[in-house]
Each structure stands twice: as C-alpha cells, then as structure tokens.
C-alpha cells in the first residue's frame, strides 16, 4: 500500500457543527502533516506529528484540533468554524521524521463552512 | 516580498513542446527543491527533488537547481495533454519549506 487516504472526499458543515477529518496510511511512515489549501494557493502547513508527537503548530486557531491516535492515523477535529475555513485540507506523510522533501499526499478532503 | 517567487502563469504551449517553469527563492537555508505536479480537485504528487545544486533527470522531466542565483527549473520534454496541471515548486531547509504559487500549464492537442 503505497498511498495516504483521507476521508470524507467532501464535508459541508454549518458554523456550530463537529466534525473529524480522517488521514491515514500505510507506508510505515513517521511523520504526518496537515495543510490548508484555498483555491489558487499552495498548501499552507497546519501541524506536524513526528512519532505521534506533536511537533509543529504554525499557530492555528483552536478550533482547529489535530489527533495522531497511532503511527497510521491522523485526524484533525473541526469545532465552530467560519465561512473563511472552507478550504481542500491535505493531509501528507514521510517516511522518518519530519522531511519536506519526499511527502506523499493524500487527495484531500474538500470543506465548506456554511 | 515571498521568499518563493513563481510566476503563475497561465501557460498554454502545443503538444510536443518543450516547457519550462521556474522559481526563485531568497531564502539561502535552502538545501532541498521540489516540484509538485497537482491535477484539479487533486492532491499535489511529488515529481522529482534535487538536493542542493545541479540537475536531476527523470524521463521527460529534468530538474535544474543554480544555488548560486538562487533560481531552480523544471523541463518538460515532448509535453503531452496529460501534463496539464499546476506545478508547484518547494523548497526546504533549516527547519522550514515554502511552497511557490504555482504555475498553472495547459498543453493542448
């Protein structure tokens, strides 16, 4: 298995909803990343779990709330979001530890906050 | 000013063409060039990636990296349809990555 899967493929969510992303991969990899893309923009990183541990937080809001329940298994909890988060959230792995230069992602997830 | 500069383009060129797309970057901590190649609605998929300076070459793609101007290159040779995507360069090192913009390339039949 050579690919990072994510689910849902679309979620449109209101404003007082919860709601969890899902990443997950079989590759052995040890880091897992999350980023936000708007359209026409590059990926923007949001965290990084290196060993299951939390890494980096490029300082996102709270309502933001990543999850590394083991080495395959990412998630990342949305709690009162606005309209501005809607956003194709990506998730990538790579192989040891936290390096840019060889991540896979994943298709992402595609959200709309109404 | 970006620490990544890529000129979004569009970029339309026949099929059979030669394409090139560029980036440059001011960051000097910069050891490792990426390029992305994301279809619509897709996710970005690694392409190649060069480690400091020179070229790197994978079938039609060849990757070129001048540390020196601070300035990295993809070619595409005998472009095809199917190469129409956004190619987004990155680059990391001393703990960070950035992503350029993007340039968005239509190859047509």
């Known amino acids: 298995d050579t690919e990072v899967t994510q689910t849902p493929k679309h979620l449109v969510m209101g404003m007082t909803n919860k709601k969890s992303l899902k990443c997950e991969q079989h590759?052995?990899?040890?880091?897992m990343y999350w980023y936000k893309q708007k359209a026409k923009k590059p990926p923007e990183l949001m965290f990084v779990?290196?060993?299951?541990?939390?890494?980096i937080n490029e300082s996102v809001p709270s309502r933001f709330s990543p999850e590394c329940p083991n080495s395959s298994l990412l998630n990342l909890h949305l709690h009162a979001l606005q309209p501005e988060d809607s956003a194709l959230y990506l998730c990538?792995?790579?192989?040891?530890?936290?390096?840019?230069?060889?991540?896979?992602f994943g298709p992402g997830t595609r959200l709309t906050v109404l | 000013q970006k620490e990544v500069e890529q000129d979004p383009g569009p970029l339309s060129v026949p099929e059979g063409a030669i394409v090139s797309l560029n980036c440059t970057y001011s960051?000097?901590?910069?050891?490792?060039f990426m390029w992305y190649r994301q279809y619509s609605r897709k996710g970005p998929e690694l392409l190649m990636y060069?480690?400091?300076?020179g070229n790197k070459e994978d079938g039609r793609f060849t990757a070129q990296v001048d540390k020196s101007s601070k300035y990295i290159s993809l070619f595409i040779r005998d472009s095809q349809p199917s190469d129409s995507a956004t190619y987004l360069c990155?680059?990391?090192?001393?703990?960070?990555?950035?992503f350029g913009d993007g340039t968005t390339l239509t190859v047509k039949p």
């Open positions: 960051n000097s901590a910069f050891q490792y």
């Open positions: 590759m052995g990899h040890r880091a």
């Open positions: 779990y290196s060993y299951e541990k939390l890494s």
């Open positions: 990538a792995s790579s192989q040891t530890g936290v390096s840019y230069n060889e991540q896979f």
């Open positions: 990155a680059m990391s090192g001393g703990g960070k990555s950035t």
């Open positions: 060069t480690y400091s300076s």
